[in-house]
Every structure is written in structure tokens, then in C-alpha cells.
């Protein structure tokens, strides 16, 4: 089975820190993704990647960056982290040859 | 307008009742549905494809009416173990993939 592993179930980091939310996936997938999910609101599109060192802007990049530079792991970089970037944080991986997505376990953030 | 929405209910049902969720896409140019199960404090896991012709995995069901922009999962003989969240996903092109934000069911003993 594919597997894709998050570093932290649970974080808490203060306001203006910079956080590093890592993910790798172990069944060499092109695509990578970064989601957030809150109550009412669903899933949202952080930033995507489909190659090594390739990143497109989700729907609410602003806050975050990310970095692919090995094909297995995806990260998510927040700049200074806010208070309103306290949510459940889903990395996802797919093949170009598979349309679904298999979801990390998640991290959940909290910024106090 | 949103991409994909669902009834966020919830659907409280007892154990053995069959039970339907319907989700609507609003971009007709949609090529792939899929439907995935949240649990509590957990990550979504692919529940099934929908194709275009239906298609049954045991208990489930799923269709998609393409004429009418939506696609539907239906549970028959529900169990306790069933629920969870039901997350509606719809895929436009490449890696433009689009969330419902859930749907709420509780199997009730």
C-alpha cells in the first residue's frame, strides 16, 4: 500500500514562528499536494507539486511556501505562523496514472 | 458559487435502514468522481470511484447524472461501523481536484 507519512500528529507553536510541516510518500508519485481542512469549510488547496522543485499555488497559498527538492517529500513552510493558521493540515500524494489521492494521517496545528 | 457542495446533515439512521448522500458539481467539464470516508480525527480514505455507467461495492452504491451535475452514494443495510464522514470529490483536469466539505451520518444501534 502506498503510504504517506506526516512528521507530527500534533503541534503547537506560537505566533511568529516559523513552522516546517514535512511529508514523504513512499511509492515515487509525481503529484504532492497540501491541503487544510476546517470545520464548515472542507479541504482547501495549499500549494501543489507535480515534479521535483515544480510548485503550483492552491487556492489559499498566501502564508505559506513549500519545498520539493527530492521526488518523496513535500514540505510546508509557514513564514510566521498566525493564529488563524491553527487547522488540520493533510498532505496527499497520486500518480499521473491514478486519479485518486492517498492522504496522510494529518497534523494538527495550533498557534497560540 | 462552489465547485462541489453536499448536504453537511447530519443523517442519523439505525442500523439496517439504507441511506442516500447527494453531491453536486457545478463545472459540467468534471471527467472524474470519486466518494471518500472521513472518520472522527482522521484522514479521508478512498471509498470508491463513481463511474459513468454506476458501479456497486458490496453494500454501496454510487451514480453519477451527468445531465444533472451530480453524483450520489447510497449505503444499504447500515452499520454501526459506517459511520463517518462522506466527503463528495470531483476532479476537473489533472490536478484540479475539488472537495464537498462532508456529509455527517451517525448509524444509530
Known amino acids: 500500500d502506498v503510504k504517506v507519512t506526516q512528521s507530527s500528529r500534533y503541534l503547537v507553536k506560537r505566533t511568529g514562528e516559523k513552522v516546517f510541516l514535512e511529508c514523504v510518500q513512499d511509492m515515487d508519485h509525481e503529484n504532492m499536494f497540501w491541503y487544510r481542512q476546517d470545520p464548515g469549510l472542507g479541504l482547501r488547496l495549499i500549494y501543489f507539486?507535480?515534479?521535483?522543485?515544480?510548485?503550483e499555488k492552491g487556492d489559499i497559498p498566501e502564508g505559506y511556501s513549500v519545498s520539493r527538492e527530492k521526488k518523496e517529500r513535500f514540505s510546508l513552510i509557514l513564514e510566521s505562523a498566525s493564529t488563524n493558521q491553527t487547522s488540520m493540515y493533510l498532505c496527499a500524494s497520486r500518480s499521473h496514472r491514478v486519479t485518486g489521492y492517498t492522504f496522510g494521517s494529518g497534523t494538527r496545528l495550533t498557534v497560540v | 458559487r462552489k465547485e462541489v457542495e453536499q448536504d453537511p446533515g447530519p443523517f442519523n439512521v439505525p442500523e439496517g435502514a439504507t441511506v442516500a448522500f447527494n453531491c453536486t458539481y457545478s463545472?459540467?467539464?468534471?471527467?472524474?468522481f470519486f466518494w471518500y470516508r472521513q472518520d472522527c480525527r482522521k484522514e479521508p480514505k478512498l471509498l470508491m470511484s463513481?463511474?459513468?455507467s454506476g458501479n456497486e461495492d458490496g453494500r454501496f452504491t454510487a451514480q453519477l447524472n451527468r445531465a444533472s451535475q451530480y453524483i450520489s452514494l447510497l449505503i444499504r443495510d447500515s452499520k454501526l461501523s459506517d459511520s463517518a464522514t462522506y466527503l463528495c470529490v470531483v476532479n476537473v483536469v489533472g490536478n484540479q481536484f475539488y472537495f464537498g466539505t462532508g456529509t455527517s451520518l451517525t448509524v444509530i444501534p
Open positions: 507539486s507535480y515534479d521535483v522543485k515544480m510548485k
Open positions: 463513481v463511474y459513468s
Open positions: 463545472n459540467s467539464a468534471s471527467q472524474s
